[in-house]
């Protein structure tokens, strides 16, 4: 679930392999997985220098950027990718689902790197990500940006404000997205238990 705190291992066991990279194609055929520590909207850098690998094959990076290219020149949907950011050692938090709508190469100089943008959605289905799904961008976004959670995460000591449990946490909206709560305030951002948050939104439904 977005806004979740996991450790690698909750990780792991969701998308059911081992993550040892950053980048990762479609996962047992189904949606795409990218660990990162940069904020979600802004592009993501990878660098990576090839392409192809020396036999030809495309590199992990040459797959998602093929796959954004086809959906810019309207051959098939976006790929989805699901997004989990490293907020310190051992703390990530669950991002959710992206589109990948667009990639490019710079040359930062050195060498070519990799960008790639991804656009939130709300929700998918797994079933159907190797199909062209109806996209439902957000502007305003649920996304909490790092800075936000780490001070979150400083303020309320690692712990659930309500009964101070420190596992199963998530960042929860004080004042929920949907009833135009603000993700970007400090404010409004508050670290809560598996337990206190299922209590939460038992009482706003
Ligand atoms: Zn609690």
Avoid at 26 to 39: A, D, E, N, P, Y
Avoid at 72 to 93: M, S
Avoid at 155 to 184: N, W
């Amino acid at each position: 679930m977005r806004g979740n705190v996991v450790s690698y291992i909750d990780m792991c066991q969701k998308e059911g392999t081992s993550l040892q990279r950053g980048m990762n194609f479609r996962l047992k055929g189904h949606h795409s997985v990218i660990l990162m520590s940069v904020r979600p909207n802004a592009p993501y850098h990878d660098e990576v220098q090839a392409e192809r690998q020396s036999g030809g094959t495309l590199t992990e990076n040459g797959k998602f950027h093929q796959a954004a290219q086809r959906f810019k020149c309207g051959e098939k949907g976006p790929d989805i990718v699901q997004v989990y950011e490293k907020i310190k050692a051992g703390i990530w938090t669950d991002n959710g689902f992206f589109h990948l709508v667009d990639s490019w190469i710079v040359n930062n100089g050195t060498r070519n790197v990799f960008k790639f943008k991804l656009a939130a959605v709300e929700s998918v289905s797994d079933e159907s990500a190797a199909e062209e799904i109806p996209s439902r961008l957000v502007v305003r976004s649920r996304i909490i940006p790092t800075s936000v959670k780490l001070e979150v995460w400083a303020r309320d000591g690692g712990k659930c404000v309500t009964c101070g449990a420190s596992d199963e946490l998530h960042f929860d909206h004080i004042l929920p997205f949907s009833r135009g709560g603000t993700s970007v305030k400090v404010e409004n951002v508050q670290l809560l238990c598996a337990r206190h948050n299922l209590a939460k939104s038992a009482k706003i439904q």
